[in-house]
Nanobody, 126 residues
Framework: VQLQAYGGGLVQAGDSLRLSCAAS????????ISWFRQAPGKEREFVGG?????????MYADFVKGRFTFSRENAKNTAYLQMNNLRPEDTAVYYC???????????????????WGQGTQVTVSS
């Protein structure tokens, strides 16, 4: 699976951004897609994602619930992360990741993913 993430940028606190992750190379609806982020000096952390064939139920990190929305459009081989009410602490490089073999208990674990996009920078100024 090849992944390309885009849509990041420099915004002010309270603004919104929508990240996109375009996938190719494998049946999109057969892979789990998730977003992770990594701030300078910090470990990569799970943001949100959806298992393959999960029936449309996304999973989120607690720190983004109510602000971020994950979605996937299988017909376009694309996943999205709608980010609202952005905060300075959301500043990070955001990565999309995919796996065809992941299980529910490891969806939030970066090492469980085999495929990664190149990352897109999100910077939120106060």
């Amino acid at each position: 699976v090849q992944l390309q993430a885009y849509g990041g940028g420099l915004v002010q606190a309270g603004d919104s951004l929508r990240l996109s992750c375009a996938a190719s190379g494998r049946t999109f609806n057969a892979v789990t897609i998730s977003w992770f982020r990594q701030a300078p000096g910090k470990e990569r952390e799970f943001v949100g994602g959806m298992k393959a064939r999960s029936g449309g139920t996304p999973m989120y990190a607690d720190f983004v619930k109510g602000r971020f929305t994950f979605s996937r459009e299988n017909a376009k081989n694309t996943a999205y992360l709608q980010m609202n009410n952005l905060r300075p602490e959301d500043t990070a490089v955001y990565y999309c990741a995919a796996s065809s073999t992941i299980i529910t208990s490891t969806v939030r674990v970066p090492f469980a993913y085999s495929y990664w996009g190149q990352g897109t920078q999100v910077t939120v100024s106060s």
